[in-house]
């Protein structure tokens, strides 16, 4: 009689322990279904206190104990061992809830729940893994606000994980990412493949069996169906890597293309521990396990991003653009502003304030222009409208790029504003803080804006980004410093060079230089001018500095409580001004 | 020839809100101009030559009267053309030289230039060849080049200004005192420049103090006094009928 | 009657409050458990107790736990407040970690360390199936099975040797970066030094292991699925272990080390990747948690906590951990203060009724309130001479 028969033929069903009442399986169940049809997207369920603790596989037990009955066949593993006494523990209380038999053979079981690892032992249609999952949000190392993952989830933008891996390969040459690593499922959501290595990672792709993933502590349950593509997240040409550890085999069977894991003497062994002993006894099929063989991913130092090293040039890899801005048909303008209002309402301790009151323009490509006011004038609330920070009460704002500017944009919901940022419009902020990761790197911070646009080439976007770098005169050397580091000028350079990165079609430039020396600022306002007449873009310029707007605009408009007061050309505002209100300003310049 | 610019009935009023005063610039001011003319504004200060020159780049907002310009797309009238158009045209068909260099901060006198003749259409290299060229016309430095406008001397940076203005010439161009900051040996050099912009076909409007540079250069005055239009013919007529109104500027 | 009226009257309410817990006692027939008895049945909170008491004896923290009725923070309570009555009369030799006896030993890192992983005296592969007294066991573990899966006892090669940890294994493969820190030789003892920011490790190591449990727990769990991150998340535990040794001072006279008791500790390691900017990518890094009796949770948040404490510095977040690890773990503090909020606070909350009382009196006479301004067209000072018509925007109607 074997173990598992004692442990079968243990307890009548009558007395069989209950975990999880018939309710809680179902709405288990009913989570398992939402999660197969939405591949990869993490289903919340109400996870149930088990008889294990939270992060010991309470998760992947309600699962097990949801889909399972007395007719299954259960093997659990833990590290890749039957054996261990996580293993037998889960395997004691399944065995005991379902009066399932269990088995150590992979190929004989039903259902495989397991920890750490999927079995050597490719499995079929017929049978399902159970992964138990500590941590299910991918983006917790990127994203610490739950609502923001949440947002970035939804909308598919998982620039941040490209951004830091970037950020790893800059630094230390590897991707860091180890066990856990990210994956992409069915092209569309980022996924925590529980933490299985790497080594696994390429064998969930495609797979036969059903994978059901389950994070019992954080509520959450998803899954790849079989047949589903899973891909580890990567750059096109920076090679993902598997664990491998060259010429080693495993002291008990010898095999070498399989997970192993160091013994403390630094020799090897299998982790699959039934693989291992099958192995042994000649009880596999060797065939088979070689189509799952991550052979592709065998790391090669000569394929790191080290031993590439491709040469960077600087802004002379930019080229002439030659490139003409668009404009709407049969139009001449590429943003136009029509009776823009934006009223705060008012709560208790503030009054309503009616901060835009009716603002209309419209911009052409190649052009700048100006809009020139005082604190309080409402251009900041103005600017806010148009990058999208803030909703306006009334009004229409076209561009050229959206939809031919039949749209308009401000009934556009987050998600698409968002997108409009990342290459139709950029921002530069008075604050670079506003527009820039001061915690990674000048580099990095041009990958953010590339891999958000769909760059997937770290040569691409590396060389895009020392070009930039170059043209807004950060030293190159400093590319991969962390922007934290820099001066303010500096950083204003980075963010500028930033804004750029996806060639643009509208530009806005909230206050630019305030906040700089005034030397720094004469070079910032100089570089500016340069890139605003290299480029066919449309400008907007806001700020309270007329010597700003002089050295960058054409014409301007004058804004005063909200309204436009006066608009023309900008030499003409400033020598012949005829508004009371413009003539004060034009005087304080000249003070 | 034809007609590249009209001026009727040009009235400008400056309302100072501050100290509640108002200065009248121009009244009822009238004048053509045909292609390839070389007009000179004569007149003593204050007259309003500058006020004039300045309404009809639009730097000033003329408060009644029209500016029709007329090139080979048709006419245009400028006090009413759009902000956007008018700054267009400035780019490429109409030039201002003001008295002085605005340049912005480090930037040298061959960028300058070049950026000048990019914005008049050029591609970068033959903008750098006529940079270079109309800098060595007017006598500057090569070591000055690439110096910051900034470090150069008054009558250096008229010359720059000078270069910037006409390399690459638009059609119309206005001169505000282009050559006064200089000594006679580069005066020489600035108005052998001006003189080549006839054959260029380069219709001028300019204001000179002396009268002699009138009679060398431009082919028809227009004498100001106190905002009006008092004479309007030859140089050589007018600046004789009209000595009184000039006193000022023949001392 | 108030319970803080006269004093004559707050006596007598206090007096019959004891009472009351002495007659429950009595009327249960416990009021003289053996505090033996109390020390084999309630080993995990006798441990707990010492560990966050800062004071190792089990009698005296049995005691404690059966004087609070069970109510582990009040027992903390009366044996640090026991504490402050004790003379201190020695300092102990420093006690090599490697010289010890273990209870047990797992290390999760790796599979086979040097060394046992001894499973010894744990509940964590126990089922959580309540059990009523008398019942039978709902997985019962027939002999059958007990026979089929009777282990070989793991014999040990050099039983009477240390036993190295996995660290120090680490650490001879040039894995670990070098953390020693001359600048802090001497133990920091929170009982008699102040707290000054920034502190050194000793003496966040020294507050940590006089730490609640749950609050260090929560401490570490916030960085897990709160807002803000300061433990690494990726972290793999060395060493857990639960240890016996013995304490030794410098006798008086004959100079020489001598052993006066022996004690229980857990204590755990916690390594981490060094993958952050700035950092070594070849290494790891370990944090350190100790505490006295056998108490797991507390000793693994405890060296995430130190681990990340080490990996921040005393840069912003740095210091902002520190903050936390030193204001706001220690469970006198906090359960303190919380349950000063039961004291009488009737003269404060008085003043506040007052300014509310004001507010309603300015919302009576001046309408739906908001601001100054409502009803106005704005002061003269702050309206400019040359508003435009319809641009004035303190005016608009509310």
């Known amino acids: 009689m074997s173990i598992d028969d004692v442990l079968h033929s243990a307890v009548p069903p009558q007395d069989r322990p209950v975990v999880l009442d018939e309710q809680g399986q179902r709405e288990v169940r009913r989570a398992i279904l939402a999660a197969i049809a939405v591949p990869g997207h993490q289903v919340p369920f109400g996870s149930r206190e088990m008889p294990v603790a939270r992060g010991w596989g309470s998760g992947g037990l309600q699962v097990t104990v949801a889909i399972g009955g007395s007719q299954d066949r259960i093997k659990v593993i833990d590290q890749g061992d039957d054996q261990g006494v996580n293993a037998v523990n889960l395997r004691r209380l399944i065995a005991g809830t379902l009066g399932a038999e269990t088995t150590e053979d992979t190929r004989d079981c039903t259902i495989t729940q397991s920890r750490h690892r999927i079995p050597e032992q490719a499995m079929t249609d017929e049978q399902v893994l159970v992964l138990q999952v500590p941590v299910s949000e991918p983006l917790r190392p990127v994203e610490k606000s739950i609502a923001a993952c949440e947002r970035m989830h939804a909308e598919a933008d998982y620039s941040r994980i490209w951004v830091a891996m970037y950020e790893d390969l800059v630094t230390g040459g590897v991707v860091n990412a180890s066990s856990g690593y990210p ?409 | 020839m034809t007609e590249i610019l009209r001026v009727e009935h040009l009235n400008k009023t400056f309302h100072l809100h501050a100290i509640d005063r108002t200065v009248v610039s121009l009244r009822d001011v009238s004048f ?157 050099k600035a108005l052998a420049l001006i003189e080549t912009l006839r054959a260029q076909d380069v219709t001028v409007v300019a204001v000179y103090h002396d009268m002699q540079i009138i009679r060398r250069l431009a082919n028809r005055v227009l004498v100001l006094a106190d905002g009006r239009t008092i004479a309007e013919g030859n140089p050589t007529d007018v600046l004789g009928q009209h000595i009184d109104a000039l006193e000022e500027v023949s001392l | 009657m108030s319970y803080a009226g006269t004093s004559k009257g707050g006596t007598s309410a206090i007096l019959a409050a004891e009472d009351l817990i002495r007659v429950e006692r009595a009327e249960a027939g416990l009021d003289s458990v053996d505090t033996g008895q109390v020390r084999a049945l309630f080993g995990a909170s006798i441990d707990r107790l010492m560990g966050e008491a800062g004071l190792y004896d089990e009698d005296t923290a049995a005691a404690a736990l059966l004087q609070a009725g069970g109510d582990l923070p009040e027992a903390t309570h009366l044996l640090r407040a026991h504490r402050s009555t004790l003379p201190r009369l020695a300092v102990s030799e420093p006690i090599d970690p490697d010289q010890v006896q273990l209870l047990r030993r797992v290390v999760p890192a790796t599979r086979e360390p040097e060394g046992p992983q001894l499973l010894g005296n744990t509940r964590d592969y126990s089922a959580r199936l309540l059990r009523r007294p008398g019942a039978p066991d709902p997985l019962p573990v027939s002999d059958q099975l007990r026979h089929a899966q009777q282990e070989q006892p793991v014999a040990l090669p050099h039983p009477d040797e240390p036993v190295r940890r996995f660290s120090a294994w680490m650490r001879a493969q040039d894995r670990m970066v070098d953390r020693v820190d001359p600048t802090d030789p001497e133990p920091f003892d929170p009982a008699y030094q102040p707290v000054v920011l920034p502190v050194s490790r000793s003496a966040l190591l020294s507050a940590m292991a006089v730490a609640e449990t749950g609050g260090l727990i929560n401490m570490w769990y916030r960085s897990i699925l709160g807002p803000d991150g300061y433990a690494d998340e990726d972290v793999t535990l060395g060493d857990v272990r639960h240890v016996r040794a013995e304490v030794r001072v410098t006798h008086p006279h004959t100079g020489e080390p001598v052993a006066i008791a022996r004690i229980r500790f857990t204590d755990c390691e916690a390594i981490s990747h060094l993958d952050e900017r700035g950092e070594d990518p070849a290494r790891f890094d370990v944090g350190y948690g100790i505490a006295l009796g056998h108490n797991e949770r507390k000793t693994i948040a405890m060296a995430t906590l130190d681990l990340a404490a080490q990996r921040y510095g005393n840069g912003e977040e740095g210091l902002k951990l520190q903050q936390l690890l030193m204001m706001t773990t220690d469970p006198l503090a906090s359960n303190g203060f919380l349950e000063h909020l039961k004291l009488p606070h009737y003269v404060t909350f008085r003043s506040q009724l007052d300014r509310a009382e004001a507010a309603r009196q300015e919302q009576r006479e001046h309408g739906g309130g908001t601001g100054l301004l409502i009803g106005t067209t704005g002061p003269a000072d702050i309206e400019s001479a040359d508003t435009p018509a319809g641009t004035d925007r303190e005016g608009l109607p509310v």
């Open chain 2, 32 to 188: 053509t101009v045909r292609r390839g003319d070389h007009l000179a504004l004569a007149g003593s200060s204050g007259a309003g030559k500058s006020s004039l020159l300045r309404c009809l780049y639009r730097t000033y907002l003329p408060d009644s009267g029209t500016v029709r310009l007329t090139l080979a797309d048709g006419p245009r009238e400028l006090t009413t053309l759009s902000d956007r158009h008018m700054a267009r045209l400035r780019g490429r068909e109409f030039g201002y030289v003001s008295q002085f260099l605005q340049a912005p901060p480090r930037v040298g006198p061959l960028e300058l230039v070049t950026q000048a003749a990019r914005r008049r259409g050029l591609r970068h290299d033959p903008a750098v060849a006529v940079a270079k060229d109309s800098l060595t016309r007017l006598g500057i430095d090569e070591a000055l080049w690439d110096m910051d406008c900034a470090v150069l001397s008054g009558g250096e940076r008229q010359r720059v200004n000078l270069a910037a203005g006409t390399v690459s010439p638009p059609q119309l161009l206005l001169l505000d005192e282009p050559v006064s900051a200089l000594d006679p040996a580069n005066r020489e």
């Open chain 1, 183 to 591: 994956v992409l499922v069915n092209d569309r959501y980022l996924m925590a493949p529980s933490p299985i290595p790497r080594w696994d990672v390429p064998r969930l792709d495609q797979g036969d069996r059903l994978t059901i993933l389950c994070h019992g502590r954080d509520k959450k349950v998803y899954a790849v169906p079989p047949h589903t593509s899973v891909r580890p997240i990567t750059f096109d040409d920076v090679p993902f890597e598997v664990e491998y550890a060259r010429d080693q085999r495993c002291i008990r069977c010898g095999s070498t293309d399989v997970y192993l894991v160091e013994t403390r003497e630094g020799t090897y062994l299998c982790s699959d521990v039934e693989w291992c002993a099958r192995v042994r006894t000649g009880d596999v099929d060797v065939a088979e396990h070689e189509r799952q063989i991550p052979r592709a991913y065998y790391p090669d130092p000569a394929k790191r991003v080290r031993g590439v090293g491709i040469r960077l040039q600087g802004r002379s890899a930019l080229g002439h653009s030659e490139h003409t801005g668009r404009t709407a048909p049969g139009e001449e303008w590429a943003l136009q502003v029509t009776d823009l209002v934006k009223v705060f309402p008012g709560r208790l301790g503030s009054s309503p304030v009616r901060a835009v009151t009716g603002v209309s323009f419209d911009v052409a490509p190649g052009e700048a222009l100006g809009v020139i006011g005082e604190s309080g004038s409402g251009k900041s609330t103005m600017m806010n409208c148009l990058i999208g920070n803030e909703r306006a009460t009334a009004g229409t704002v076209r561009l050229a790029a959206v939809d031919d500017g039949r749209t308009n944009v401000l009934d556009l919901d987050d998600a698409a504003r968002r997108r409009l940022r990342l290459d139709v419009m950029s921002v530069v902020h008075q604050d670079p803080a506003a527009g820039l990761d001061l915690r990674i790197s000048a580099g990095g911070n041009i990958a953010d804006r590339l891999t958000a646009a769909g760059w997937r080439s770290f040569w691409d976007i590396r060389q895009r980004a020392a070009a930039l770098l170059d043209r807004v005169e950060v030293p190159l050397h400093r590319m991969d410093d962390v922007v934290g580091q820099f001066s303010g000028g500096m950083r204003q350079r980075v963010q500028i060079a930033r804004a750029l990165a996806t060639d643009p079609e509208v530009l806005l430039l909230d206050e630019p230089t305030t906040g700089l020396d005034a030397s720094v600022a004469a070079g910032v306002l100089d570089l500016l001018r340069e890139l605003i007449a290299e480029r066919e873009i449309a400008v907007v310029v806001v700020s309270h500095d007329f010597q700003v707007i002089q050295a960058l605009t054409d014409r301007a408009l004058v804004m005063h409580r909200g309204a436009v007061i006066e608009q023309g050309l900008t030499d003409q505002l400033f020598a012949d001004p005829h508004h009371a209100y413009t003539q004060r300003l034009v005087a304080a310049a000249h003070v």
